[in-house]
């Protein structure tokens, strides 16, 4: 029987990558469907009604919403090339770890670019604590995973490239290679990786996004 | 060998509760440390160096911290008995996102509704029911979100009963008279020994959330 799988997900988004990230290192053939944010289709409400965000995976007609959610599922339906360890221990610190990224790092490093002046040491020190943090995580690795890409490198894609953009056009340097060479060496590493750097938004494209944004909110 | 068990706890904690029923749906023993947080005992700051809180559970000497992560490992160590999550990844997925719909917004509002007055309190009060009736509508006709039995999203949720009292009275509102299947959903899972020896009075839960609302100088 063939399989039908369809993303519904946004080209700019960090959390959508992820699943397409997934996606290709395990060899999964789906369709992408691209929503625009301001004006979201009818099918993504009909199929996240609850929160309306992509990105939402769509499986034989089944839908899956929540980036992490999505990654465990895709893990467990598709066996090749794992993305979680198999020992059970191993697998609560990676989940541990895509946890802290999600609920305290990147929101931490998003907020530290878009700070106020007045909040923007506070933020910027919050941010690399978190840096910090993670990098002492990384260690000798030279991915989260270990040897290959895992669920930790997926979840820390914003990180690896959507920062870098994001720090340029607002003009913070949160991530640079003095202040965390291991973390930014993996993040040149991870970017590197032929799955991943082929479904990346174009730079440029980003970062006029986040300039435009910077303006309309002076 | 025998396993060693400890949980780092503190007793009102809903998220320490979740790991209380989990461990007592599959029959662990296991040793319970009651945590001051006031004054953090080593043992906890060296398990969870990164967040420095409760619930932490050790199992052999090694910290699994988060309380999904936590349920979840158990799940998936103490595999024969009891399982919380369903095997379909399907059905997987949906308790993962239903989990996390519950983490995401239950504790917040919750909080808002006991710390916080004025229309600050109400709009947390409203949306509050919104996200209770979103929960009531996914159960529907079914005796636990597992079906039928309890499940890692019944073991997820059911704790923040013993507070909906507190938040009912602080907040000026009654719970069953909005949500009617919710509260006949947490009695269900009350009448489970694994939860209603996991959970305090709710009474005792009321007192706690007063003396904080006077440390912290509110009403």
């Known amino acids: 029987m063939a399989e039908e799988v369809k993303l519904f997900g946004a080209r700019r988004s960090p959390f959508s990558h992820r699943i397409e990230i997934a996606l290709k290192l395990k060899g999964v053939s789906y369709e992408f469907i691209e929503e625009d944010l301001q004006n979201k289709s009818p099918l993504l409400l009909k199929y996240n009604p609850v929160h309306k965000k992509i990105p939402v995976l769509l499986h034989n007609g089944k839908p899956i919403a929540e980036s992490i959610v999505i990654l465990e599922y895709i893990e467990e339906t598709w066996k090749t090339n794992p993305i979680l360890p198999a020992d059970p221990y191993e697998r609560a610190i990676a989940r541990f770890w895509a946890k802290f990224l999600d609920d305290k790092c990147i929101p931490a490093a998003w907020n530290a670019c878009w700070a106020k002046e007045k909040e923007r040491e506070k933020t910027m020190e919050e941010a690399s604590e978190c840096l910090k943090t993670l990098e002492g995580e990384l260690k000798d690795k030279k991915f989260f995973g270990g040897d290959k890409v895992g669920m930790v490198d997926i979840v820390a894609n914003f990180i690896a490239f959507w920062l870098s953009a994001l720090q340029e056009a607002v003009g913070a340097d949160l991530l640079t290679p003095e202040k965390f060479p291991v973390l930014f060496k993996w993040s040149e590493e991870l970017v590197g990786c032929p799955i991943i750097k082929e479904n990346l938004p174009p730079r440029d494209q980003l970062m006029a996004f986040f300039r435009a944004r910077l303006e309309s909110s002076k | ?219």
């Open chain 2, 1 to 219: 060998m025998a396993d060693e068990v400890i949980l780092l706890d503190f007793w009102p904690s809903p998220f320490g509760m979740r790991v209380r029923i989990a461990l007592a749906e599959k029959g662990i023993k296991y040793e319970y440390k009651e945590e001051d947080l006031r004054n953090k005992s080593p043992l906890l700051l060296q398990m969870n160096p990164i967040h420095k809180k409760i619930p932490v559970l050790v199992h052999n000497g090694k910290p699994i911290c988060e309380s999904l992560i936590q349920v979840q490992y158990i799940d998936e160590v103490w595999k024969g008995k009891a399982s919380l999550l369903p095997s379909d990844p399907c059905a997987r997925a949906q308790s993962r996102f239903w989990a996390d719909y519950v983490d995401k917004k239950i504790y917040d509002l919750g909080r808002k509704i006991w710390m916080c007055k004025g229309e600050e309190q109400e709009a947390s009060t409203k949306e509050f029911i919104e996200c209770l009736k979103v929960l009531e509508a996914e159960l529907g006709d079914r005796h636990y979100f597992g079906g039928s039995n309890l499940g890692y999203v019944d073991v997820v949720f059911v704790p923040f009963y013993t507070w909906f009292h507190a938040y009912e009275q602080c907040g000026n509102f009654s719970i069953e008279a909005e949500c009617p299947k919710i509260i006949a959903w947490a009695k269900r899972c009350m009448q489970k020994e694994s939860v209603s020896k996991s959970l305090p009075d709710h009474e005792k839960v009321y007192g706690f959330v007063l003396e904080l609302k006077k440390k912290f100088g509110i009403e």
